[in-house]
């Protein structure tokens, strides 16, 4: 007898119910055993399922690139002996809790849909157990329970049984079963190049390889349109409103950009699925353009589910959001005689994509001190995170959970370290993964070039296998400087508990907190013009500053009290100049910056970091310059 069919494929199957625990068909709770191999339901929709639960289940977006997470994993065993099954299991108002969260993975798909509605008089067990253990706590039991159903066969073995079978209790308390068999696809390339080679890129990736893995799975199965365009290069047509509000963007794999309206105020949301690109100054040109169309009265940062990628683009980003000077989490080596091996090799940079020398000083002198660690510098360039300067005014609010790894983490524990805004959270902390991450073949390469050295313990994995190590920890900045992000995670400022509204309706409660936590703090504006002439007048639109001062190619020339919502200073040496700058104060703290000129050019290289620019940018020279009108 055929499986259940699929909700992605087909969506009327949510809808194909039977008429009771005892209509035709349904398996009756405690009834009698199934012969081996025989369904354990019929190819309907068993249970009964709440009417107002069937239009999300329908909705890809519930479960595509903006699927709802929860505050906890919960487990339904399978139907065989060695797999079990995540559900989301969510507290609500109703007299059950409803979960539910996709089952597709990348590489190999399951059932569409897992539901578990758990009726209050049962609450009190939920939720079962993992064999004889307590379900564990997240994020570390995310993502064990997240590769059950979903198996990327880069990470783990072709699964032996041809379907899977979910048992769950229906909101009538009956129980019931639901069988799925398995999909399998080739999954989408990777965003980023080979990571075995000695490239900047290789050597700077955070990125949790499994969440990448169903990241791009779902991107396929969910966003087919954004399949499309990603793979025909097609840059997006930015005159053309986006679905559902939508700014177009040219990287819709990477963010997804709207206004929102909420009880609070209307604020800009973006979301951020992955860091995980080749190019992390177009990442930050994209991101720069899509804040600047959003309501500046506050910003939405929402990263839930982002697995991690390129670190640069994750730490160059903060600088758009803050007056501050970014200081990137430095990061250490362990001391082993073969991570100094690779250090001295690497220590002058003789590839000119790598230089390690930083920490090869104390890795060379852990051999008489017995140093655990090196000590710890940067991956990120602090010029170019600071090439930029500050794009955004208003306030920001950044939205995590359990399933922010890496390079993520990494973008979390910066923001909250820099004091950027309060960090939202639906679950306790982010995934604790955040560690600069290389490949065998990568550690191979690295005592290959420029030249091969003899007695390399590297060889080449057989069958083109290959693994990777979390070689070099991140540590906190700032107020809590030194506290390693790996296995600790970022502890949000405010926690969220997801709802059901939030999975049935766009995740309207948590963006109404976020509203709340936006239209508590004050808004900013500092907005420059100029007239060009011999005193050079810069005119100031500004709100929520008293006090704005004038830097002139990293000089300071003028201060002004802000006293209305505009003024406006005549700053001698800006025709001409290669940067102005002007900061903004309240009650004396540093609250908004803004780089300004009348053109501007920047280069795209990694290694020279970008001069700060304007939003009128065009793309050329290395330094951005003023000239006279």
């Not at 899977?164 to 129980?175: F, K």
């Not at 679905?243 to 950009?257: D, I, Q, W, Y």
């Amino acid at each position: 007898m055929p499986a259940t069919p699929s909700l992605a494929t087909n969506p009327s199957a949510a809808s194909r119910r039977w008429g009771g625990p005892a209509g035709a068909g349904a398996p009756a709770a405690g009834g009698p055993a199934r012969e081996p191999g025989t369904p354990a339901v019929q190819e309907h929709w068993p249970g009964q399922l709440p009417d107002e639960l069937l239009p999300a289940l329908r909705d890809p977006q519930t479960f595509g690139l903006d699927r709802a997470s929860s505050q906890r994993v919960d487990v339904v065993e399978l139907d065989h002996e060695d797999y079990k099954v995540p559900v989301i299991a969510l507290p609500g108002d109703s007299p059950c809790r409803a979960a539910s969260r996709p089952s597709r993975g990348a590489g190999a798909g399951v059932a569409s849909v897992i539901v578990a509605l758990v009726p209050a008089s049962r609450q009190s067990s939920w939720p079962p157990s993992i064999g004889s253990s307590p379900c564990l706590p997240l994020p570390r039991s995310l993502p064990g329970l997240l590769s059950l159903p979903g198996s990327p066969w880069l990470l783990f073995p072709p699964v032996t049984r041809r379907w899977v079978t979910v048992s769950y209790v229906g909101i009538d308390g009956a129980e019931h079963e639901l069988r799925e068999q398995w999909l399998v696809t080739e999954n989408l390339p990777s965003l980023v190049p080979d990571p075995d080679e000695a490239t900047i890129t290789a050597t700077s990736l955070g990125l949790d390889l499994g969440a990448d893995e169903v990241g791009r799975a779902r991107k396929l199965l969910f966003a087919p349109q954004v399949v499309a365009q990603e793979q025909a290069g097609q840059p997006a047509e930015l005159a053309t409103q986006g679905a559902a509000g939508e700014l177009p963007t040219s990287m819709p794999g990477v963010f997804r950009a709207r206004a929102v309206a909420t009880a609070s105020g209307t604020f800009g949301h973006i979301r951020i699925f992955t860091f995980s690109v080749d190019d992390p100054a177009a990442f930050v040109t994209e991101f720069v353009r899509l804040v600047g169309l959003l309501p500046q009265n506050g910003l939405i940062v929402d990263v839930r589910g982002n697995g991690g990628g390129h670190i640069y683009a994750s730490e160059f980003t903060l600088q758009a959001l803050t007056p501050h000077r970014i200081v990137p989490e430095p990061v250490q080596f362990i001391n082993t005689p073969l991570n100094l091996r690779i250090c001295r090799k690497h220590k002058d940079n003789p590839t000119g994509q790598i230089d390690l020398g930083p920490w090869y000083a104390s890795m060379d002198q852990a051999t008489e001190t017995g140093a655990t660690f090196s000590a710890a510098f940067p991956i990120t360039p602090e010029d170019g995170a600071n090439a930029l300067g500050q794009r955004y005014h208003g306030p920001v609010v950044l939205v995590t959970d359990a399933r922010c790894y890496s390079a993520t983490d990494i973008f979390a524990a910066g923001f909250q370290d820099h004091g950027i805004g309060p960090v939202l959270g639906v679950d306790d902390n982010t995934g604790a993964g955040g560690a600069n991450v290389w490949t065998q073949g990568l550690l191979k390469t690295l005592l290959e070039v420029p030249t091969a050295e003899s007695g390399s313990p590297y060889k080449a994995l057989p069958k083109a296998a290959n693994m990777r190590v979390a070689i070099r920890r991140t540590l906190r900045v700032g107020a809590v400087a030194g506290t390693p992000v790996e296995d600790l995670g970022v502890v949000p400022d405010q926690r969220h508990r997801m709802t059901r509204n939030d999975v049935l309706n766009g995740n309207v409660d948590l963006l109404e907190q976020a509203g709340e936590l936006l239209a508590a703090l004050p808004p900013r504006t500092l907005q420059v013009t100029a007239t060009l002439g011999a005193g050079g007048e810069l005119v100031l639109a500004v709100a929520g500053l008293d006090r704005a001062d004038v830097y002139v190619d990293d000089r300071p020339r003028a201060s002004v009290d802000v006293t209305g919502g505009s003024a406006s200073v005549t700053v001698p040496g800006v025709p001409g100049a290669e940067l102005v700058r002007v900061e903004g104060f309240s009650e004396g703290q540093l609250v908004a910056a803004a780089p300004w000129s009348s053109e501007c050019r920047r280069t795209v290289e990694l290694w020279v970091p970008p001069a700060p620019w304007s939003s009128e940018c065009r793309e050329s020279s290395p330094r951005a310059f003023l000239t006279s009108s």
